[in-house]
């Protein structure tokens, strides 16, 4: 196959434009941009996308007379692709950017951005052959399949799905590598056994999708206890609020990043060490190894997402206000707190015998793991706050959750 194109740079890249035919990109690229990350648990994650999106665009091929594409933009490695310049000159200027990419056929060639446009074409294809000599604007730039160049076409796919569209947060998740919260979740995913494979669930929100008996947790809360840990890391630092959404924005230096995910892996280490329950989960070899902890009765509260992260930040409260508490003591602490929802005091607050209470209170349920776990760092004002919510949440009286929480009075 050879395409003509005109060479150019912007930024540190390379690119050659030119066109494909639609039937040339049927044959040559692939939809699959699985090249780009590693861990297994984000091989579907875009892949998902891809199947739930890519029928609009074969429909509007195929229907509307005056489709149109802005180029698709293909990344190249394996092969041996030429780049063959053909040279000529006006009376002022010369030209050398000008020329053919002529490809061996051992190529991989697939899309940085436009993966829903390759499978919509390809699709449309199949349905109406004589589209076959349509032609679509591409921009080929150089793929190395390697941590660096995986890292660098992973930044690029993420800045230009970015800049054109809102990306779900999973793909951003899979993908960022400018937000330090998304590249450390990739590492936890593939180095801490806790959240390893088929441990961690990618679903379309936050919670674990009923028929899971196997997750400890989403992917998405995961993130989210990431960032809950690297914010209080930063906290230390004088780098709150706007100040850490700008923070995210931008790639840290690489030793920045170490520093970082040290410390993320340490709190994990210590969350391990210290969680009965987690040891358990981990020592299970079924394939329904969470249905112990996560079932029809309700089981523990650490297997459902809208306590995950609250449970670090109990962790972290009891830390911060134990003097010289350190992690390892906040979560032995924490580990002597009966979590099982099906029973008091979660049962009516987080679960109703049968289901997740969808509306629970976060905060409340940070609030009463501090208390039940150590409630010496709690101020009366913070106790009388707790026995409020409480009984907001369960539909009590506050007398009535004061006894229920072991206060005889307010």
């Given at each position: 196959m050879k395409i003509p194109v005109i060479r150019g740079k912007i930024g540190d890249w390379i690119y050659y434009s030119g066109?494909?035919?639609?039937?040339?990109?049927?044959?040559?690229?692939?939809a699959?941009?699985?090249?780009?990350?590693?861990?297994?648990?984000?091989?579907?994650?875009?892949?998902?996308?891809?199947?739930?999106?890519?029928?609009?665009?074969?429909?509007?091929?195929l229907k509307d007379s005056e489709r149109f594409f802005n180029a698709v933009i293909l990344a190249i490695y394996n092969g041996d692709p030429q780049w063959l310049e053909v040279e000529f000159n006006d009376e002022e200027s010369e030209f050398t950017n000008v020329g053919f990419l002529e490809f061996s056929g051992e190529e991989t060639i697939f899309p940085v951005d436009g993966q829903h446009r390759v499978a919509g074409i390809r699709e449309a294809l199949r349905e109406d052959?004589?589209?076959?000599?349509?032609?679509?604007?591409?921009?080929?730039?150089?793929h190395s399949d390697d941590p660096t160049g995986?890292?660098?076409?992973?930044?690029?796919?993420?800045t230009l799905n970015r800049r054109a569209k809102p990306v779900g947060q999973?793909?951003?998740?899979?993908l960022d590598e400018d937000d330090v919260c998304s590249i450390i979740t990739r590492e936890v995913i593939q180095e801490i056994p806790l959240f390893m494979r088929k441990n961690i669930v990618n679903s379309l929100g936050k919670q674990i999708p009923n028929a899971n008996n196997t997750a400890i947790t989403s992917l998405i809360a995961l993130y989210q206890c990431v960032d809950l840990l690297v914010k209080h890391k930063l906290a230390t630092e004088g780098i709150r609020g706007k100040k850490y959404s700008d923070y995210k924005l931008y790639?840290?230096?690489?030793?920045?990043?170490?520093?970082?995910?040290?410390?993320?892996?340490?709190?994990?280490?210590?969350?391990v060490n210290h969680t009965t329950v987690i040891r358990e989960y981990l020592s299970e070899n079924s394939e329904e190894k969470a249905k112990k902890f996560r079932n029809s009765e309700g089981g523990n509260l650490l297997f459902r997402p809208i306590a995950f992260t609250e449970y670090f930040e109990a962790a972290f409260w009891l830390q911060d206000r134990g003097g010289d508490t350190t992690y390892d003591d906040a979560f032995i602490s924490l580990n002597t707190v009966d979590l099982d929802i099906g029973k008091a005091p979660w049962l009516g607050l987080v679960w109703d015998g049968s289901k997740?209470?969808?509306?629970?209170?976060?905060?409340?349920?940070?609030?009463?793991?501090?208390?039940?776990?150590?409630?010496?760092v709690m101020t009366e004002k913070d106790i009388q706050k707790l026995v409020r919510d409480y009984a907001s949440g369960t539909n009590r009286s506050e007398a009535e959750s004061a006894l229920a929480l072991g206060r005889e009075s307010l």
């Open positions: 066109t494909m035919t639609f039937s040339q990109v049927s044959e040559n690229v692939t699959s941009i699985n090249e780009i990350y590693e861990a297994s648990c984000l091989d579907e994650i875009l892949q998902r996308a891809l199947t739930d999106n890519f029928a609009s665009i074969k429909n509007y091929i052959p004589s589209l076959a000599k349509e032609q679509l604007p591409v921009i080929f730039i150089a995986r890292k660098r076409t992973r930044k690029l796919f993420s999973n793909e951003n998740i899979a790639r840290p230096q690489d030793e920045v990043i170490d520093s970082i995910r040290g410390y993320i892996f340490s709190v994990f280490e210590s969350f997740i209470i969808s509306k629970a209170s976060k905060t409340t349920i940070r609030y009463l793991l501090v208390f039940l776990a150590d409630s010496t």
